[in-house]
């Protein structure tokens, strides 16, 4: 049997061993028809009766005998070699296959069968693609939200629980998991009303054990703002911890007493400790807990137990509005040095609100209409307040320099400087005062003033309040205050529970009050 291989358009050929007048050009053009014909069309094997007429035509793709040695051998080899690597098939060659007919069909099914599953497995790529973003999408939509549907009530939790995430100096949250303490809380805790919600979000910050973070319920909230604004109602106390600042303490500390407030007037200085608040201790109570509970309507009395130093005091103070006004200036006259001299000019003050940097210029040009040479700037039992406008009131002294470092658990993150275009007494002596209740803001300024040589420092370590807070409100008007960052001063001192260290002690015979009574000695101050 002789086996030939044609393109399926009508051609034959004949042995030219029996036909001798077969065209040769015929022999040389046909391989690359054949070749060319394996990827556009069938492939017809035909065969030839007793008396060489054609017989029968099969599907096959491959050639035996006398014409695969001539003129097939080459194209046919690489056909073969194209059809096993890209049809995944075993080629057949020199005759060897009995069954031609059958594999030949089987080949043509199988082709027909790739073409379908090229076709259906596009699509099923498409699908396949389509179902893995979508099962990604909702992957990531389950991670970021819980399975469940969310009630008002949580969503304003998770507000709360986002603030911390994003603000809260400690990332590792006191050790903790806080996207699992998220998830965990949303299950087990109650939050069928607006209290069980704050309940939880005091719950949750609790594990922080930062006494610094603290939420503050619509009204608590809008009463801190006011504070900072200017006014308050209460007593007139700033108070916080004793030094070491764990808890662990017997009492609370009075910082400061705002001059001409109720306590200032009842006498209570700053380091004497609150024992009691009415009828309740402070031995377990929170600073922020003490602070509400001393303030209250205007003309309402509050009762305190005071220790000042070995003495114990009973007091009822009455509640007034208590206006911040931040800055007290006098120009005063130092005697025995000269006119020209000894004037100096003395600044108190009180509290970083929202006024007090344009207080304290204002307060600087005054006192320079009258010739002052020198500068008295007094921060003691100034608890602190804003963080920006102690900013502010650095700039005012420095012609350039470093202010404050800010710092997270990797280190320094950002740089409070300046460049003295802010300035407006750079030049002039200046002598600072503090004690232990400078703090927070107060303690950021002194230290600027003295790592910078700007000033020297006269008094008693300070407070040692070296961490920052920021004030967050949430949608529904209560707020959080969140521990955002701890800071450095200049020279990269962390004060934090140290305070910030003078470089001499108040002279003895400073006056306690240099507003009423202007007996500065000037020589002693200034000398560096």
Aim: with cysteine; charged share 20%.
């Amino acid at each position: 049997m002789e086996v030939v291989l044609f393109s399926s358009h009508a051609s034959l050929i004949f042995n030219p061993r029996r036909n001798p007048n077969l065209s040769p050009k015929m022999h040389t053009s046909l391989p690359g028809r054949i070749v060319k014909s394996r990827l556009q069309s069938s492939v017809l094997c035909l065969t030839e009766d007793v008396n060489n007429w054609p017989r029968s035509c099969k599907p096959i793709f491959y050639l035996v005998g006398y014409y695969r040695r001539r003129f097939f051998c080459q194209p046919l080899q690489r056909l073969d070699k194209m059809i096993t690597l890209q049809c995944g098939l075993f080629s057949v060659r020199n005759g060897r296959l009995p069954k031609l007919r059958n594999y030949g069909i089987g080949l043509q099914k199988a082709v027909r069968c790739s073409e379908k599953l090229k076709n259906h497995a596009s699509v099923l790529f498409f699908h396949l693609i389509v179902g893995m973003v979508l099962v990604m999408t909702v992957s990531v939509a389950v991670n970021r939200t819980p399975s469940y549907a969310l009630t008002e009530e949580n969503l304003l939790f998770l507000e709360a629980w986002r603030t911390i995430d994003r603000a809260y100096v400690d990332k590792t949250f006191n050790g903790q998991s806080w996207f699992r303490y998220r998830e965990n809380a949303l299950r087990t805790e109650p939050m069928n009303t607006r209290q069980e919600t704050y309940n939880a979000i005091r719950k949750m910050l609790a594990t922080l054990d930062d006494p610094f973070t603290r939420f503050l319920e619509p009204e608590k909230f809008k009463s801190l703002r006011s504070g900072t604004q200017g006014s308050l109602t209460g007593v007139g106390l700033s108070i916080g911890y004793p030094t070491g600042g764990d808890g662990s303490h017997g009492g609370l500390v009075v910082i400061s007493a705002s001059l001409g407030g109720p306590a200032n007037k009842a006498g209570i200085l700053s380091g004497d400790v609150i024992l009691k608040i009415g009828d309740t201790s402070t031995e377990s109570m929170g600073i922020y807990d003490a602070a509400e509970r001393l303030q209250g309507p205007e003309g309402s009395e509050v009762d305190l137990t005071i220790q000042s130093g070995p003495e114990i005091k009973h007091l009822s103070l009455t509640r007034e509005k208590i206006s911040f006004n931040p800055v007290h200036a006098k120009l005063c006259e130092v005697p025995g040095l000269g006119r020209e001299n000894s004037r100096v000019g003395y600044i108190k003050l009180t509290s970083f609100n929202q006024n007090a940097s344009g207080a304290v210029r204002q307060a600087i040009k005054t006192l320079r209409r009258n010739n002052v040479n020198a500068f008295v700037l007094d921060l003691r039992d100034n608890s602190g307040g804003l963080f920006p406008e102690g900013i502010e009131i650095a700039k005012i002294w420095l012609e350039k320099g470093v202010i404050v470092y800010i710092c997270d658990s990797q280190g320094v993150r950002d740089i409070y400087d300046t460049d003295g275009r802010n300035a407006v007494a750079a030049t002039e002596p200046l002598a600072v005062l503090v004690n232990k209740g400078t703090a927070s803001a107060s303690e950021i300024l002194a230290g600027a003033l003295k790592d910078n040589k700007r000033a020297v420092l006269f008094g008693e370590p300070t407070y040692g309040k070296g961490k920052i807070q920021s004030v967050f409100e949430l949608s529904d008007g209560s707020g959080l205050v969140v521990t955002v960052a701890r800071y450095e001063t200049p020279a990269h001192t962390d004060i934090d529970k140290v305070g910030v260290i003078p470089d001499h002690p108040l002279p003895a015979s400073f006056p306690k009050d240099p507003v009423s009574d202007c007996e500065l000695n000037r020589v002693e101050l200034f000398l560096r």
